[in-house]
């Protein structure tokens, strides 16, 4: 293809093989074909090529996404980003950074860090994902509970229409209005191609304390979980695991030597003046004494409270030492409901016959069931897609949503009706319509079959139309 070079297009088979999803596996096709661009202009050019063909096609970051939203349904072609992977400006005055989508989340934070500044977002994955990635999925992270999620620290993007056009949304200073940005943020890339994105960094806290907390019962650490917010606290992360959880970690890479009898474990960590933390830890070591805990401890070192947290982000991948197929789910709840919907997992997994280990933003209510199957054993992987869709059902109806960062994608679109009624995802396709009105970029995702309410979709498309883009 003239628009990105010999080198920038794979179109064989074997070449294919390794696009054909994303870390979501249980749904694979082949696309058309792979192609790389290296900036904005290069996007543009193969878009404008496609749309004139009316051939789809799906941006793609690392594929380290978790409900398929860069998986083709079969005939797509993909555009990868992972060419498109530079730092382009640092403003340390204004506290901002543009980057190109591929760049690694993590990576921006070691090249401001010498600076005594960091990018807040941080993904279990954020050594591998890129920030245009975490873009279309609004992705969370352990720090989210205090510091929010990528839409909070997204100010601006640079994104190519599914015509070809180049827009820019966003940006500073504020402009009143229709907040584009935080439309496209979390759009799944159905809007359009982030090419450019302006983000937010933060000064790095003065001090920063962890505090480990064993619980023998996991009503109990949930119901330290609520009494830690209830205190007023508002700790950076607040993590939780169950006891398969445990085990995994234990055997992954980064084991702590957790006492194979435990329920639950807790990660606290607050951050902030250092002349406060202290007393934030006595509070919250009293708080878990409260709810019979086993153990509760400061971390004595940098270096315990660094291996930690390696312990906890690499507990998705540690669960392949117990299953050789998982299913990760992302419902979110409130707080409160937390001993009542682990109980009802639990009770899915017996029905399933399944086991199910429980890994999750405990802070804000983000649950990640991590729902174990073979499937070479005939069954077991639909009883594992049941499940997870039962968990979902039980999210919403305490009150939550089926997805806190990992998105809808294709895992998920059908689950989209539990929290929406039909002319409420007919006004979600009318706004998709004005950006992608021949769903060409990145068809398939997040929506179920197209939605009723002709009239509303009308209003609706005349109504942002009028904002957009003049």
């Not at 009770?347 to 990640?368: Q, T």
């Not at 006004?427 to 950006?435: C, D, G, L, P, S």
């Not at 769903?439 to 005349?462: D, Q, T």
Request: aromatic share 4%; hydrophobic share 40%; glycine share 10%.
């Amino acid at each position: 293809m003239r628009c990105v070079g010999d080198n920038g297009v794979l179109f064989r088979h074997e070449e294919l093989v390794s696009y054909e999803c994303d870390a979501y596996t249980l749904q694979k096709a082949l696309p058309r074909a792979v192609v790389f661009p290296k900036d904005t202009e290069e996007v543009a050019a193969v878009v404008r090529l496609l749309n004139e063909r009316k051939i789809p096609f799906i941006p793609r970051g690392a594929g380290t996404g978790l409900s398929g939203g860069a998986t083709p349904t079969g005939g797509e072609v993909i555009i990868s980003l992972v060419r498109m992977n530079r730092l382009l400006h640092v403003d340390l005055p204004n506290r901002r950074a543009v980057v190109q989508p591929g760049y690694i989340n993590l990576h921006l934070t070691q090249s401001v860090a010498g600076q005594g500044y960091y990018y807040a977002p941080d993904p279990s994955s954020q050594q591998a994902c890129t920030i245009g990635g975490n873009v279309g999925e609004n992705a969370g992270g352990a720090h989210c509970l205090k510091y929010g999620v990528t839409t909070n620290h997204v100010l601006g993007v640079k994104m190519v229409l599914p015509d070809g056009e180049v827009v820019e949304l966003g940006g500073l200073p504020d402009e009143p209005g229709y907040d584009l940005v935080g439309l496209v943020v979390g759009s799944e890339g159905t809007l359009g191609i982030v090419t450019e994105i302006t983000v937010r960094l933060m000064k790095k806290p003065e001090g920063v304390r962890t505090v480990l907390a064993l619980f023998d019962e996991v009503s109990a650490a949930s119901e330290a979980v609520s009494d830690i917010i209830a205190a007023g606290i508002l700790p950076a992360a607040l993590e939780m695991m169950d006891t398969l959880a445990i085990e995994a970690v234990e055997k992954g890479t980064f084991p702590v030597g957790y006492p194979r009898d435990i329920a639950a474990v807790l990660l606290i960590e607050v951050d902030g003046v250092e002349s406060g933390l202290d007393d934030q830890i006595e509070r919250i070591v009293d708080v878990c004494r409260k709810h019979r805990v086993r153990e509760v401890r400061p971390a004595a070192s940098e270096a315990e409270r660094q291996r930690w947290w390696a312990n906890r982000k690499t507990a998705f991948g540690a669960v392949g030492t117990l299953s050789p197929d998982y299913l990760v789910q992302d419902g979110v709840i409130p707080r409160s409901r937390l001993p009542e919907v682990l109980a009802r997992i639990e009770e899915i997994g017996r029905e399933k016959g399944i086991r199910i280990a429980n890994v999750f933003h405990a802070g804000d209510g983000n649950l990640h069931p991590l729902i174990m199957f073979d499937s070479r054993v005939p069954g077991e992987e639909e009883r594992a897609v049941q499940a997870g869709s039962e968990i979902l059902q039980v999210c919403v109806e305490v009150g939550g949503s089926i997805t806190g960062e990992h998105g809808v994608g294709l895992e998920k679109r059908e689950e989209m009706r539990y929290l929406f009624t039909e002319e409420e995802l007919a006004i979600q396709t009318a706004v998709r319509e004005v950006f992608n009105p021949e769903n060409l970029c990145n068809p398939g995702k997040m929506l179920p079959a197209p939605a009723r309410c002709g009239e509303v979709k009308k209003h609706v498309s005349e109504m942002v139309s009028q904002n957009h883009l003049d």
